[in-house]
């Protein structure tokens, strides 16, 4: 009879693999169910908080709002954007 109470102490790896306690899955949390976890906190910011201090400490507890947070408050790393759409508004208003 084999004794699970013990740790595996093999040294081929397949062994230490498959011999392995499975792992308990973590709850799936769907959109809903997370937005709903989060409008339920019972926290409030300060004005000088940091709010994205404040997601990046709670990424765990919110995957899917955390990467949408990131997404919204994301900086572009350039002006071109900006950049053409002056150029083009100068072209539109000067007939060229």
Known sequence: MIDKSKPITSNYLLTRCFDQPPLI????LTPTSELDNYMSLDIQLR???DVLLFWKENIELFP?????????FATPASNTTVEKL???????????
């Open 25 to 28: 899955p973590k709850p799936v």
């Open 47 to 49: 004005e000088n908080d």
């Open 64 to 72: 899917i709002l955390s990467s949408m947070v990131c997404d919204l």
């Open 86 to 96: 002056f150029s083009s508004s100068k072209n539109t208003v000067t007939d060229r």
